[in-house]
T-cell receptor, first 113, second 112 residues
């Protein structure tokens, strides 16, 4: 198993609410990427944080936002939740300076009712 | 942006036989191609990756080949075992710096 952890494991919210998901990166890693994986599909890139700055964004609206902290852990925030936001949210950590491989955390399963 | 197509979507193979999964990508600037294995309810796990400066890489029963001219890459699993049953995803870093675009996945079933 990797050293990447995520919390919470599962979360149930209702439409319109806001949610914060957390990711602790592996020791020695300075980059966190977030992905959304809908049921039966491949992960889709949301955005990447490198040394506390957003470093690229996929095709997701601004209500998806994030942060990276000095210890390189990261948060994903989603405002105004919609039913289609129900998915497995995965973070992956790596060291961009070394062009390292990404390692995924176990994910947070978000259900929006 | 990058587009990754993956085939087949399902694959059933007799135990001990080989399995091949193929992916094509659209962005000629992509230069990193990992393969992930995902078991039900688990995280994607990297099983092998290849960078564009090599054409083939092998790790025990698993190999990946890359054809940059044709923009396709393939996963080869030999001597398949029941524990190889899972969903396999290919990916390409079309965004650069390992911001990955994933294929749609292949559900591999090994028949004992």
């Amino acid at each position: 198993e990797t050293g990447v952890t995520q919390s919470p494991t599962h979360l149930i919210k209702t439409r319109g609410q806001q949610v914060t998901l957390r990711c602790s990166s592996q020791s020695g890693h300075n980059t966190v990427s977030w992905y959304q994986q809908a049921l039966g599909q491949g992960p889709q890139f949301i955005f990447q944080y490198y040394r506390e700055e957003e470093n690229g964004r996929g095709n997701f609206p601004p209500r998806f936002s994030g942060l990276q902290f000095p210890n390189y852990s990261s948060e994903l925030n989603v405002n105004a939740l919609e039913l289609d936001d129900s998915a497995l949210y995965l973070c992956a950590s790596s060291n961009r300076d070394r062009a390292d491989t990404q390692y995924f955390g176990p994910g947070t399963r978000l259900t929006v009712l | 942006g990058e587009n990754v197509e993956q085939h087949p979507s399902t694959l059933s193979v007799q135990e001990g036989d080989s399995a091949v999964i193929k992916c094509t990508y659209s962005d000629s600037a992509s230069n990193y191609f990992p393969w992930y294995k995902q078991e039900l309810g688990k995280r994607p796990q990297l099983i092998i990756d290849i960078r564009s400066n090599v054409g083939e890489k092998k790790d025990q029963r698993i190999a990946v080949t890359l054809n940059k001219t044709a923009k396709h890459f393939s996963l080869h699993i030999t001597e398949t075992q029941p524990e190889d049953s899972a969903v396999y995803f290919c990916a390409a870093d079309g965004f650069g710096n390992e911001k990955l675009t994933f294929g749609t996945g292949t559900r591999l079933t090994i028949i004992p």
